[in-house]
């Protein structure tokens, strides 16, 4: 049996946006724990417990995964934390 080989990037980049991706915060100098928190709650949809827990990763750490999903759910999120001035990225 041939193995067959997607060379195609329309069907890749599709094969990818469903892959599953991990919504990145960045520590930065400039945002408060307290609008971290309420951001994480606002956006991401944490409990309390939870963004509190996310804010110290970050704070420690320089970054953390703050979500895991699918591109077309958390790109949304990425792009209203950056509107908040948050640092996020997504990692595919």
């Known amino acids: 049996m041939s193995t067959i080989t997607i060379t195609d ?6 094969e990818q946006l469903q892959d599953p991706v991990r919504l990145i915060l960045w520590n930065d100098e400039h945002n408060t724990f307290d609008w971290v928190i309420e951001s994480l709650i606002a956006v991401c949809g944490h409990t309390k417990a939870q963004a509190e827990q996310s804010a110290w990763f970050v704070h420690f750490r320089g970054k ?29």
């Open 64 to 92: 953390y995964a703050v979500k895991e999903g699918y591109y077309e759910d958390l790109n949304p999120m990425r792009e209203s934390l950056l509107d908040r001035g948050l640092n996020a990225t997504l990692d595919m």
């Open 9 to 14: 990037p329309a069907v890749r980049l599709r």
